[in-house]
Nanobody
Framework: QVQLVESGGGLVQPGGSLRLSCAAS????????MGWYRQAPGKERELVAG???????NYADSVKGRFTISRDNAKNTVYLQMNSLKPEDTAVYYC?????????????????WGQGTQVTVSS
């Protein structure tokens, strides 16, 4: 199995910054896409940003120009730098990764989620 562990959430004032990290562990052969999602109370989970193993990125329109996703393939870790935070960014942020693990000489796909980390933007 693949485990994802997030860190870096917390309370920040509007206009402030936070950096989230997510490290994947387990018998991982390759990770294709790593991403960050968020879910605010009463709302559905939404994609915030994603990044491929080659470094291609995509962002939700609401965070473009403020958030930056990056990854360290050697460490199986993805980061989310969040600047100019707004109260509407308040949510639980979840890390997601998909790829392949070994399974008796074959490749087995995986799609794993972290436990979530709370980000609260408030004065």
């Amino acid at each position: 199995q693949v485990q994802l562990v997030e860190s870096g959430g917390g309370l920040v004032q509007p206009g402030g910054s936070l950096r989230l990290s997510c490290a994947a562990s387990g018998s991982i052969l390759a990770i294709n896409v790593m991403g960050w999602y968020r879910q605010a109370p009463g709302k559905e989970r939404e994609l915030v940003a994603g990044i491929t193993s080659g470094g291609s990125t995509n962002y939700a329109d609401s965070v473009k120009g403020r958030f930056t996703i990056s990854r360290d393939n050697a460490k199986n870790t993805v980061y989310l730098q969040m600047n100019s935070l707004k109260p509407e960014d308040t949510a639980v942020y979840y890390c997601n990764a998909d790829g392949h693990i070994p399974n008796y000489g074959l490749l087995r796909p995986f799609d794993s989620w972290g436990q979530g980390t709370q980000v609260t933007v408030s004065s």
